[in-house]
């Protein structure tokens, strides 16, 4: 493309994509530098587009910057999350923490709810592991994680 087909492009849909662009990053900030870089490609461009197809092509080009932010953003947090991975401390030994989570257990009364927590916690089994070791349905299960978690919770808490 030659640079006056480029500065007419900016002049005439520099506004309509920063609009479309803050419609889909909520960002102002975002949705402006998300709009350089879309002229920038514009202007990488070898073929000639035509005038009619110039603003669906720009958004096309502004959608998918955007679309390689999010991902970008979602590998980056994912990243981040990993280095948040709680570390611990080893001067507490095994059987400390043993105790500990029988203790919370036992808080659970109902036997049943007891055994199906162990496995998940404990053994980390998947609720459809679990469902087919106690024989039991995968709702059952949810259900009775859910109950004896919050079994443990009212103890705890109060």
Do not use: W
């Not at 000639?48 to 999010?70: C, M, Q, S, V």
């Amino acid at each position: 493309m030659n640079s006056a087909t480029i500065n007419n492009a900016y002049v005439n849909y520099k506004s309509d994509i920063t609009r479309y662009l803050s419609h889909i990053v909520k960002q102002p900030q975002d949705a402006e530098d998300l709009t350089q870089e879309c002229f920038i490609r514009l202007m990488n461009v070898h073929a000639d587009i035509p005038e009619d197809r110039l603003l669906y092509y720009l958004k096309k080009i502004a959608y998918n910057l955007a679309l390689d932010t999010f991902r970008k953003r979602t590998r980056t947090m994912k990243r981040d999350s990993r280095l948040d991975v709680p570390t611990y401390h080893y001067d507490i030994s095994e059987l400390e923490i043993t105790e500990s989570v029988n203790d919370l257990f036992s808080v659970v009364s109902n036997t049943e709810h007891r055994k199906i927590l162990e496995l998940r916690v404990i053994h980390g089994y998947s609720i459809r592991e679990t469902a087919q070791l106690v024989n039991r349905s995968e709702g059952m299960i949810k259900s009775s994680v859910f109950h004896a978690v919050n079994r443990i919770r009212a103890k705890v808490i109060s």
